[in-house]
C-alpha cells in the first residue's frame, strides 16, 4: 500500500496538537520510497506515526473483528486515502475511508477511485477484495509511551481472545487469529531476529548478512512457563493445564518446538518448558517442514506466544491501564513483568562469527548493532504486499557512517520482485533525508502552539548536510553553540592576540574565515 493522504478532522489522543492537520503525500511507484518526518522534539511527529495506527485500527475493527478486536480511539473522526494492491484483481486500487459525526453519531464513509472519480462502496466491498493494509508495524527507538499504546491495545486484546478460546469447546480447537498491529520494542525484537535466521533461506539471508558482523545463528534457547508463580490460576475443565491455558493450535506449537530443538527439558510442577537449539541443517529441516511459511511464519508464532505475556499482568492493572490510555492519559506506564515470568522468552542467542572459530552473545552487540538487528531483521521477515511500517527514529543509536547507509541498505534488502509497501519514519539527523526528494520530506513545526507541516525550502536528495540542517531543524551556522557564542564574541570585541590564540584550536569553517578576516583588518588598523 501507499498512503496518499491522512486528514485528522478531531481526536482526543496527542492533547489535541493533530487536530484539523490533513497532510497529502506524493503519488510514489511501487518501489521503496519511504516518507520522512522531520523537526523538534515535541513538533508532533511520534504523535502523527500514532494517530495514524489509530485510524487504521479503528478502520480494520469496524471491517474485520477477527483481525482487530478493540481499537484505542473509538470517537477519533478522520479521512484517509490510500492505493492498496488487489491480489483479487491483480492491480492497485486507490481507496477513500472517512468517519465523521452526523448528528449524533459516528458515520463511515468508503469509496474506491474508478475512472478518476471516486464511487461510493460498502465496508463489505473492501473487506471481499481486501483493500486494506495486511498488517501495520510499529517500530520506537525508546520508551516511547504514545506509539506503543494501540499496538498495546491490539496485544492485550489477542491475549485475552486466547484466554477465552481455551475455556470454551466451540473454540478451542479453532486457530486465534493475531492482530494486524505487530510492535516491535525491547521486549519483541529477539522473535524477529532469531526468526530471520532461523525461516530464511540463504539466498533471502545473504543481503543481511552483507549489513552485519556475524555470520549466522549459533544456538538459543527458548523458554515456554505456563504454571510458575506468576501465572493466573483458573482452569479449564477442558484442559489439564493448571496456569495459563493455551488453545490447541498453541499446544501443537510446543510440539513442533520440541520436535526441533536440539533436547529439551519440562518440569511439571510449573508446566515449563527449556528447548535448546543447536542450530543446523537439520534444525532448519525441521523449521521448514512445521513452518512453511518460512520467517514470517516463525515469526508469527513467536509473536503470539509473546502476546500471551499479558496474562502474567493482573487484570485489575491491565484494566486501568486500557482505560487511562482509552481516555487520552498517558502520566502512568504499563506494568511490566520481570522477564524471568514472562510465559515465552527467547535467551541466550550466540551468533557465528565472521572470523573462523568465533562466536558472539547477541546481547553483547552495541546498541547500534541491536537496532541494525532489530530493523533489517523486520524489513527482511515482512516481505508481504500492503505492509505499513511506521517507525519512530529507527537509526537513532546509528554511527554517522551508518546513518548515511540507512536508506541503501532498506532498499537492498528489499526483494527484486516488487511488492507494494509503504514505511513513514521519523529521524532528528540530516542523513536520512539527504536520500530522498523533498516532496517525500515533511517538516513539523509548532508555530504559536499552532502545528505546521511543510516541505524543505530546497531540494533535499543529495543535499550537503548543512543545508538540509538549516532547511529542516532551523541550525545556522551547523556548528555547535558553544563554538559559535566564543566565535562571536571573538568576532564583537576580542583582541588580534586573542583572536590569533583561538584561531589555534578552532576547526575550518566559515565562521574561522571570518575572524581571519577579522584578525587582518584588527592589525591593518593597529599599522595605520
Not at 13 to 28: A, E, I, T, Y
Not at 295 to 307: E, G, I, P, R
Not at 457 to 484: H, K, M, V, W
Request: with cysteine.
Amino acid at each position: 500500500m501507499k498512503l496518499k493522504r491522512v486528514h485528522i478532522i478531531s481526536t482526543n489522543s496527542c492533547d489535541g496538537l493533530l487536530k484539523g492537520l490533513d497532510v497529502r503525500f506524493p503519488d510514489r511507484s511501487s518501489d521503496f520510497d519511504p516518507i520522512c518526518l522531520v523537526g523538534p522534539n515535541g513538533s508532533g511527529k511520534s504523535q502523527f506515526l500514532q494517530a495514524t495506527a489509530e485510524i487504521f485500527q479503528s478502520i480494520l475493527h469496524h471491517l474485520d473483528q477477527g483481525a482487530e478486536r478493540d481499537e484505542l480511539n473509538q470517537t477519533c473522526q478522520f479521512e484517509v486515502e490510500y492505493s492498496v494492491y488487489c491480489k483479487k484483481q491483480k492491480k492497485v486500487m486507490d481507496v477513500f475511508v472517512g468517519r465523521k459525526m452526523k448528528g449524533r453519531s459516528l458515520t463511515w464513509d468508503f469509496k474506491i477511485n474508478s475512472k478518476g472519480h471516486y464511487e461510493i462502496i460498502s465496508g463489505e466491498y473492501l473487506v471481499e477484495f481486501q483493500l486494506y493494509p495486511s498488517a501495520i508495524i510499529g517500530y520506537t527507538s525508546g520508551g516511547n509511551e504514545t506509539l506503543s499504546a494501540p499496538f498495546y491495545v491490539s496485544r492485550a486484546a489477542y491475549a485475552e481472545a486466547v484466554r477465552q478460546a481455551a475455556f470454551d469447546n466451540k473454540y478451542m480447537t479453532k486457530e486465534v487469529q493475531d492482530g494486524r498491529l505487530i510492535y516491535i520494542d525491547h521486549d519483541t525484537h529477539q522473535e524477529a531476529f532469531v526468526a530471520n535466521l532461523l525461516g530464511n533461506s540463504i539466498s533471502q539471508l545473504r543481503p543481511f548478512l552483507k549489513l552485519t558482523n556475524f555470520a549466522d545463528l549459533l544456538s538459543f534457547r527458548i523458554i515456554v512457563q505456563l504454571a510458575h508463580g506468576a501465572a493466573p490460576g483458573a482452569r479449564s475443565k477442558n484442559s489439564k493445564r493448571k496456569g495459563v491455558q493455551l488453545t490447541m493450535e498453541l499446544e501443537a506449537v510446543l510440539d513442533y518446538l520440541q520436535s526441533c530443538s536440539t533436547c529439551y527439558l519440562y518440569e511439571e510442577e510449573t508446566e515449563s518448558y527449556t528447548f535448546d537449539f543447536l542450530v543446523s541443517d537439520a534444525t532448519r529441516e525441521g523449521i521448514d517442514l512445521y513452518w512453511q511459511g518460512g520467517a514470517n511464519d516463525v515469526f508469527s508464532t513467536f509473536h503470539k506466544l509473546s502476546m500471551l505475556n499479558d496474562l502474567i499482568l493482573k487484570r485489575a492493572s491491565r484494566n486501568k491501564y486500557l482505560s487511562n490510555i482509552k481516555n487520552g492519559s498517558y502520566a502512568a506506564k504499563l506494568p511490566r513483568p520481570s522477564e524471568d515470568d514472562f510465559v515465552f522468552r527467547i535467551e541466550g542467542i550466540k551468533l557465528k562469527s565472521k572470523q573462523k572459530k568465533l562466536s558472539g552473545d547477541y546481547i553483547a552487540l552495541s546498541d547500534g548493532e541491536h537496532q541494525r538487528a532489530q530493523i533489517f531483521s523486520m524489513f527482511n521477515i515482512l516481505r508481504g504486499e500492503n505492509i505499513l511500517f511506521l517507525l519512530d527514529e529507527p537509526e537513532s543509536h546509528f554511527n554517522p557512517k551508518w546513518r548515511v547507509e540507512f536508506i541503501r541498505a532498506l532498499r537492498e534488502l528489499m526483494p527484486k520482485k516488487k511488492i507494494y509497501q509503504d514505511c513513514i519514519l521519523t529521524t532528528h539527523s540530516p542523513f536520512v533525508p539527504s536520500d530522498m526528494k523533498k516532496e517525500n520530506v515533511f517538516v513539523f513545526r509548532k508555530d504559536k502552539g499552532i502545528l505546521k507541516v511543510t516541505h524543505p525550502e530546497n531540494q533535499t536528495y543529495g543535499a550537503r548536510f548543512d543545508r538540509i540542517l538549516e532547511d529542516c531543524f532551523e541550525i545556522n551556522p551547523p556548528i555547535s553553540t558553544a563554538a559559535f557564542n566564543e566565535i562571536d564574541k571573538l568576532m564583537k570585541s576580542g583582541s588580534a592576540k586573542e583572536i590569533e590564540v583561538a584561531l589555534e584550536y578552532i576547526a575550518n569553517s566559515v565562521e574561522r574565515a571570518h575572524l581571519i578576516h577579522r584578525l587582518t583588518k584588527l592589525k591593518s588598523e593597529v599599522v595605520n
